[in-house]
Each structure stands twice: as C-alpha cells, then as structure tokens.
C-alpha cells in the first residue's frame, strides 16, 4: 500500500511539475498519429504547438518537412529539414540530409542531391539507402551533363561542320602519291 501511494506521489509531482515535459511529447505522438492518417493539416498545427515549448525543436522540424512533402509543398519541405539537420543528434540530422537529397533528386537538382546525400552519408556512413541513392544522384547528374554537352555541340554543328569542311579542304590540297614504293608529297598544283 505505501508504495502505492508513493508512486501515486510521484506521478502527481511529475505530472504537476513536468506538464512542459509531457505536452510537447503528446502533441508530436498526436502529429504523427495524424499524419498516418493523412490528417496533414491537423498534423501541421499539432507540430507548430509543440514547438512552442522548445524541446527537441529539430525531430518536430523534421516531421513538419515529411507532412509539407506529402502535400507537395517542396519549398517548405526542404526548409523544414534544413532545420532539422542542425540537430546534435546524427540520425536526425541524416535522416534530413537524405529527405533533402531525395526532394533535389525529384526535383532533378542533381547537384543538390549529390550533396546532400554525401553530407547524409557523412552524418551516418552506414546509411545503405544514402549510398545507393548517392549512386543514383551522381549517374543521373552525369547524364545530365552528358545531355548538356550533346545539346551544345548540336548547337554549334553548323559551325563545326564549317571547320569540318575547311580541313577536309585543305587536306584534299595535298594528295600523297605511291611511287617506287616510297610515299611521296605532292600539291595538288603539281600535277
């Protein structure tokens, strides 16, 4: 009975004394659970009072940019984990990197996502989908670039193929002749 009643004290006494402590954990369980439900907005505003109390600002950062990504707001997606990444703890921070990397990856920002998912891998290197997607970013960013420089040279074939047509010009000036089975060079205004 007596530890019944201490325990129904102490639970009082942290219940009084830590409201600050258990709120902001019950609004971000109540963002997610809202979340899961596909209650965005509901989970929005649950996430916003819970970061009145200033505790673990980064993890509800975090969730904030995962509800804006799934209502297709990127720009405030990207935001929200750019907060998050400033995290002391390394998986948040990662797991913010790599959202970001993935959100420059459909945005066909290849560099970005490139970087981001380095700075993603050098929070947590064991991160496996990091890596693979950092494969991912680097092979499309070099098609990419690849794409660029085909889409330059056709731009300038005109000019090129004007090079092209002088050298073959100047070429056709000099014919080499076989005589006595030695090579020989002759000008075209030898003949």
Known sequence: MVKVIRLVLIL???????????APAFLVLSGNYRFEQGRYHEAVAAYFRA??????SERIYFNLGNVYDALGEAEAALEMWRLAETSDNYETRSKALFNQGVM???????????????????ANPNDFNAKINLELALFQRGAERAGEIREAN???LSSEQERMLDFLRRQEAHIWLREGGNYQWQDENDW
């Open 12 to 22: 009082s006494l942290t219940w009084l004394s830590g409201c600050n402590a258990v």
């Open 104 to 122: 420059h990856f459909r945005l066909e920002q290849f560099d970005e996502a490139v970087s981001s998912f380095i700075a993603a891998l050098m």
């Open 51 to 56: 970061l009145e109390f200033n505790r673990q």
């Open 154 to 156: 056709s731009n300038d």
